[in-house]
């Protein structure tokens, strides 16, 4: 790869003119010249026990089943993905104005397929669960075999 060297015009002589040496105008000594300390990208994320991070999930499974706001349904599967049929399923379940939390005991394409153009509504794996989701949604629904899947994980 063939790197061009450009040489920039000296602002003034280097010496002779009573003033300090100035080699560039994008010196951010100089007005419109370069930022001195610009800005880093910087990681804000932190690490957080696996135990922890746990015990969060159990305790806000816990207020939201104090709440009575778990509801557990029969394993369902939707033949295409149609937005219909999602809002149908919802509608039936009187939750249609809230922020539902659909939890799946496996991946089903055709049921996120049809909540994704849905606001407030997240369908997620049992395995991707997390204590954000939980306690972000009004409402969580279960399927019946993730039940299962959220009890393995939970009692590692």
Sequence with gaps: M????VRQKKLKRQKGTGGARAGSMKSPLFIGGGRAFGPRPR??????????KS???ISALSYKA????????????F???KTKNYVELIKNLNM???KTLLVLGQSNDNVYLSSRNIQGAKVVNASDLNTYDILNANHVILAESSVKVIETILNK
């Design 2 to 5: 063939l790197k061009l060297l």
């Design 43 to 52: 990681d804000y994320s932190f690490k957080i026990n696996k135990k922890v």
């Design 55 to 57: 015990l969060a999930r």
């Design 66 to 77: 104090k709440d009575n706001a778990i509801t557990v349904l029969e394993d369902f599967s």
């Design 79 to 81: 033949d295409a993905p």
């Design 96 to 98: 249609s104005d809230k």
